[in-house]
């Protein structure tokens, strides 16, 4: 989903810079506010694994690809403010390291792709979280429908700012449609991706898992009193 | 400091997992148009796009300028962005880290 320059027009891409900006600027701080030692070098692994994550992508219907997003992934290992901040360094990478996604779309782009999936699918992993039965299987459950559900919210944030400064002259219902119909798809792939690699890592350190401290015996793991 | 060295296995495990998809799984990866730009082909917008800025980069997407063989060019792509997100995201925190230590 990394929109190059000339998707949406400047206005609106300086706008986005902005609410971006800010977004990550609170991810920081409130991530910092609750960061444990201990969470440094998690926090490394998780950018670079969804950096890894994102360059397999996978076929979906009719000549179309996807790949990991991986921002309930973050949050869900990390924590949601954290989760926001590893997943801006690695879309902030890719626009200067690798051309991918257009430096004046970079706004919109930490926008759809980190804030939206870990800021809002992270409080959705929570929530349903506790809608499931306790125990592992509810986390690896509600990590694979928050992510698959946030990529439909990022497909529609991406619709809501072609909606306001889309250069294209596609009316807007079509463009809704396309892009919430491939990426229900997309997010199907996501959720399946998150949910293994949620299980895996619970498999082998649980403790280190944010989203499964409520199952850690004994003192508070890394990052408990983070609040989504 | 057990756990702190458990942690460091963990994480050399999984850095060495993510380096395993960059360099084998990665360039076998589709190549075909995402989401979006399946979306912008299909509804004609796809022309919009302008060409990125520092399209001469040398690791521009995803490929090491230079090496011959695709495969290896997408895996060293992959090794450089694993090792500056890591680099980025841990050195980052670990300063944020140390000035809030010392105003407290």
Redesign the interface.
Known sequence: MHAPDGFIDGPTSVALGLVAAGGVGVALRRAGQVLDDRQIPLAGLTSAFVFAGQMVAFPVAGGTSGHLLGGVLAAVLVGPWLGAVCVTVVVVVQALLFADGGLTALGLNVATMALVPALVGGPAFSGLRRLLPRGPSGVVTASGLAAGGAVVLSALAFTAAYAVGGTGTAPLAGVAAGMVGVHVLIGIGEGVITGLTVGAVLAARPDLVWGARHLAPGPAPAGAGATA | MR??A???L??GV??A???A??VV??PR????????????L????AD????????A?P????GVAGVGHDGLA?GL??V???????????????V??RA?RRSA
């Open positions: 756990a702190r458990r942690i460091g963990f994480v999984g850095l997992l993510a380096v998809l960059a799984v990665a990866a589709s190549t075909e148009p995402d989401g979006l730009e399946r979306v912008a299909d509804h004609g917008f919009r796009a302008e060409d990125h800025a520092l399209a980069s690791t521009a997407d995803y997408i792509a992959g450089v962005g694993i090792a500056v997100t890591f680099a980025v995201v841990a050195g980052g925190l670990a944020l880290r809030s």
